[in-house]
């Protein structure tokens, strides 16, 4: 009689596990989700780097800007 309460506990144990188990991602799925997410980390990590690229390039213009607008100055001082 032991040992029948015994089996029925390990029994209804296994059963519970098997559910738990119906109810969890694949492998495959797991895998599919990892993917899709490096696939967006990549696309911010380029996206990053090209505002990266975009500022250093505004930060480089302005000054040669400025030196322009100081020769235009210069020059419209000097005819007027």
């Not at 506990?9 to 188990?21: F, Q």
């Not at 990892?34 to 780097?49: A, P, R, Y």
């Not at 302005?62 to 607008?69: G, I, N, V």
């Amino acid at each position: 009689m032991n040992e029948d309460n015994i089996l029925d506990k390990i029994l209804s144990k296994v059963v519970s596990i098997e559910e738990e188990l119906k109810n969890k991602p694949s492998r495959e799925e797991l895998l599919a989700v990892k993917s899709e997410i490096l696939g967006e980390v990549d696309s911010f990590v380029k996206l990053h780097e090209t505002l990266d690229q975009e500022l250093s390039a505004l930060r480089n213009k302005y000054p040669r800007l400025e030196e322009r607008l100081v020769v235009v100055e210069q020059k419209l001082a000097l005819s007027s």
